[in-house]
């Protein structure tokens, strides 16, 4: 059983930034899109950042274009999240998530616990 494990989440204050990581337990999943959903309270679970397997298709939602960074190491088992500039918007539970393809549909096939990010003003 596949399971992802995140870490890197916290308190900051607005401007800041933070490293998330996600690693997947067991080997790589080949040929599986990792990446980023975030759930602020009151609000639906939406598209932070998705990387392919191949790193050649990466998609950001329109509020974080410019200020996170994602990324896959070269064993492909994690993925990182670079948060820079970080706004008290950001703020939400961070859920990793990996499914096949190149893209990360809502319905992905594997999540993790989810980290908090909390951005004071």
């Known amino acids: 059983q596949v399971q992802l494990v995140e870490s890197g989440g916290g308190l900051v204050q607005a401007g800041d930034s933070l490293r998330l990581s996600c690693a997947a337990s067991?080997?790589?999943?080949?040929?599986?899109?990792m990446g980023w959903f975030r759930q602020a309270p009151g609000k639906e679970r939406a598209l932070v950042a998705s990387?392919?397997?191949?790193?050649?298709?990466?998609e950001y939602s329109d509020s974080v274009k410019g200020r996170f960074t994602i990324s896959r190491d070269s064993a492909k088992k994690t993925v990182y999240l670079q948060m820079n500039s970080l706004k008290p918007e950001d703020t939400a539970l961070y859920y990793c998530?990996?499914?096949?393809?190149?893209?990360?549909?809502?319905?992905?096939?594997?999540w993790g616990q989810g980290t908090q990010v909390t951005v004071s003003s």
């Open positions: 998530a990996a499914d096949r393809g190149v893209r990360l549909p809502l319905t992905s096939e594997y």
């Open positions: 067991d080997q790589p999943l080949k040929n599986y899109a």
């Open positions: 990387i392919s397997w191949s790193g050649i298709t990466i």
